[in-house]
């Protein structure tokens, strides 16, 4: 689009941009953003484009924020998807609660059903600050009781066995858990969704993740041990019973550091890792509506239900590795599907 061009061409000095960057190499990355900016275009008035182009895709002339625009593009590639998908009475940033002036990201209708969509992507920094030091990481499967007893007990055996090899001790750190991230965009999304709940009408939060493994992981603050959809989650459920979906999608990791990765179609949720998961403490069951949007959006929940883990380790052990081996022994291995780094 020439406008875009035009934009670019003036914060060129910007060069860690991911936009000017991937124009300047050419990569697809910036294609399909233009195939999504087109789209975008179509479904937004001028002033709407102009601020997308400038607020949420950052062209303009001010220091590049990644994570800023990661988040943004996470919910470009949803605007986008949906747009060009599923465009029946479509709108974005439409407000649907009358209590406040807060707006979801999406809506439209399919046959008879109206569908809300709430897009939020963590932006991770926490959890990449930890993972990035030489340490020891303990993390666990859901919350679990006397969590800081058990690290110190396993801490000081580790030091004492280092001490006697002569070797140096290291830190221990406790792994970034992002189970209140989570928590905080349940009840964000609670609130902006009508309080008034009808058979017909479904609202979904979306969650931006990272690769197999911490998808894995949002997969866990969800149904582990106190997670927010058990029935003795450690947050009060009745703050996000207004959220009746919740999919979790690879499209952080599609779009962070994409240069450094062999990601494509990451301007789109068609061919991107989508998991969708059900709220059991939704205020109805509305089981028509979620069917008919389980049949008409791209995911592997099924899949992923019926796939069993190879090998004899228990079930537990075997849970705590299931979406990642999904990835890479079903999709990836049997199937020749990539859905995250492209087959070399």
């Known amino acids: 689009m020439e406008e875009i061009n035009k934009q670019l061409d003036a914060i060129l000095n910007l060069a860690d941009h991911y936009l000017v960057k991937s124009r300047q190499d050419k990569s697809h990355y910036y294609d399909e953003f233009l195939e999504a900016a087109t789209i975008l275009k179509s479904v937004m008035t001028e002033k709407e484009f102009k601020f997308w182009l400038a607020e949420k895709m950052l062209i303009k002339q001010q220091a590049f924020l990644p994570k800023t625009f990661i988040q943004y593009a996470v919910e470009t590639a949803t605007v986008r998807y949906f747009a060009e998908k599923h465009n029946e009475n479509f709108r974005v940033e439409a407000k649907i609660n009358p209590s406040n002036d807060k707006d979801v990201d999406v809506q439209f209708t399919d046959k008879s059903y109206l569908y809300n969509i709430e897009v939020k992507c963590s932006d991770f920094v926490?959890?990449?600050?930890?993972?990035?030091?030489?340490?020891?990481?303990?993390?666990?499967?859901?919350?679990?009781?006397?969590?800081?007893?058990?690290?110190?007990?396993?801490?000081?055996?580790?030091?004492?066995?280092?001490?006697?090899?002569?070797?140096?001790?290291?830190?221990?750190?406790?792994?970034?858990?992002?189970?209140?991230?989570?928590?905080?965009?349940?009840?964000?999304?609670?609130?902006?969704?009508?309080?008034?709940?009808?058979?017909?009408?479904?609202?979904?939060?979306?969650?931006?993740?990272?690769?197999?493994?911490?998808?894995?992981?949002?997969?866990?603050?969800?149904?582990?041990?106190?997670?927010?959809?058990?029935?003795?989650?450690?947050?009060?459920?009745?703050?996000?019973?207004?959220?009746?979906?919740?999919?979790?999608?690879?499209?952080?990791?599609?779009?962070?550091?994409?240069?450094?990765?062999?990601?494509?179609?990451?301007?789109?949720?068609?061919?991107?890792?989508?998991?969708?998961?059900?709220?059991?403490?939704?205020?109805?069951?509305?089981?028509?509506?979620?069917?008919?949007?389980?049949?008409?959006?791209?995911?592997?929940?099924?899949?992923?239900?019926?796939?069993?883990v190879p090998g004899d380790a228990p079930s537990y052990v075997k849970d705590s590795v299931r979406i990642s081996w999904f990835v890479k022994d079903n999709l990836e291995k049997t199937k020749g599907i990539y859905l995250f780094n492209e087959n070399d």
């Open 126 to 308: 926490a959890k990449e600050a930890v993972d990035s030091q030489d340490a020891f990481k303990y993390e666990t499967v859901g919350r679990i009781p006397e969590r800081q007893e058990t690290k110190e007990v396993i801490s000081k055996a580790l030091n004492e066995g280092m001490a006697k090899k002569g070797e140096q001790t290291q830190p221990h750190l406790d792994a970034k858990n992002m189970d209140n991230n989570l928590k905080g965009f349940l009840e964000l999304a609670h609130e902006k969704f009508n309080p008034t709940p009808n058979e017909n009408e479904v609202n979904i939060l979306l969650v931006g993740c990272d690769d197999e493994r911490d998808i894995q992981k949002w997969h866990y603050y969800l149904f582990a041990n106190q997670g927010l959809f058990t029935s003795e989650s450690y947050a009060d459920g009745t703050k996000y019973n207004n959220v009746d979906l919740v999919i979790l999608t690879n499209q952080y990791f599609k779009h962070n550091e994409y240069y450094s990765k062999r990601v494509k179609n990451s301007w789109t949720l068609e061919k991107s890792f989508n998991l969708v998961f059900s709220n059991p403490s939704r205020r109805l069951l509305k089981e028509k509506a979620i069917m008919n949007f389980l049949d008409i959006f791209p995911h592997y929940t099924w899949d992923l239900c019926s796939y069993s």
